[in-house]
């Protein structure tokens, strides 16, 4: 893509605030109430994954709000149970001594969960998910792969305001939910599963609406300017550049990145740099501009930052010691160099630009796009130097070939400034 890559930085049009649309799928990403989430959990003997042994399983599917099936089963875990997991749980000895081996439950249970497409869920799911790996590799199987989602830390992140603790008794008391957890597989499943569509309800009132926002909940507990992750509703999941401004609509801040809405959304997880902190508590407004690969926006980047030199930009405020990607007008062909100053001397320049690795790079990425010339050679004879390898397999226009004249040149150069 090479469209208007060194038009002058003053005459670029800026994006505008962007107006209210109808957010698409590819926007949401997975919409939640498209995805299937099978909430399980499982009874053991206590102790660590490595130790000890599953002695009961419970699982309900979900979608949309619907119960698709459940699944339950006792299962015999081939040691003793202690008498407090007893007492905690009610199930004995004799309850799982005729009960199948854990071998023999996971191809069904592996079988109800479906693919690695479906969301398992659980309340501490680690614990769920150590025992259940740990028995799935014992028997020469593959981990379970699927994403999951852990209501224990939602909870925390959504309700600690509003009860005493997050343990799931307390949560199913509190909410009134409709199954009543009894540290039975099946029954907290379900409670789990009441809880989940509680929280999905909540954090819609945050801008929840797709999966992967919801897998990133949780991080975002210690930020305390969570509650503006409102202003990043809009923001598609598209390669682009974004503004965060103050409330007087100063740019504090631009960046680039290749999906704008997780990329801005970053900035409230648990990140506890000063610097982003302190950004976060100005921002009033979150403006973006959509490009069409991450080429362009690179070069947006740089030319709104050289443009408005935000306060939070280093490169913005630093601009003199950062290199520039300089092509020569004045000469009868013009070519791509890196350099460190700006000179009046007809050129085009593109920058600043954080390092001359990264200038390198863009170079790299412009000549990719264009048939720019890649060699210094200054005459079109062809027996002047030899002829450069970039020439030889014609992926540039090099006057070192002597086969390009200054007209054709020119073509290429001004497509590459114009677009």
Known sequence: MTEHLFAAPQTTPEAPPAAPRQRTLDDLGTPLHEVTFVVFDIETTGGKAADGGITEIGAVKLRGGDCLGTYQTLVNPGRAIPPEITVLTGITEQMVYRAPRIEAILPSFLDFVGGDDTVLVGHNIRYDLSFTNAALERDGRDRLAN????????????????????????????????????????????????????????????????????????????????????????????????????????????????????????????????KVGQLLRETHRIDHQVCRNGLEAAVLELRLIHRHLPRFNAQGTRSSSYPYVKLTLNERFPRLSVVRKVADDGALYLGPISSARRARRLIEAIETASPVRRCTATSTSRTAKPVCTAAQIGVAACPCSGHTSEDDYARIVADLVDG
């Open 147 to 274: 994403r999951s989602v852990d209501t224990l830390p939602l909870a925390r992140r959504l309700l600690r305001d509003e009860v005493p603790n997050c343990k799931l008794g307390t949560l199913a008391d509190r909410l009134r939910l409709s199954h009543t957890p009894s540290h039975r597989a099946l029954d907290d499943a379900l409670a789990t599963g009441d809880l989940l569509h509680v929280l999905i309800e909540r954090a819609g009132a945050m801008g929840v609406v797709g999966l992967d926002d919801l897998l990133a909940l949780p991080t975002m507990a210690g930020n305390p300017q969570a509650s503006k992750l409102r202003l990043t509703d809009r923001l598609p999941r598209k390669p682009g550049v974004y503004l965060f401004r103050n409330r007087s609509g100063d740019v504090l801040y631009i960046g680039k990145a290749s999906n704008l809405r997780s990329r801005v959304r970053s900035y409230f997880s648990t990140d506890e740099r000063r």
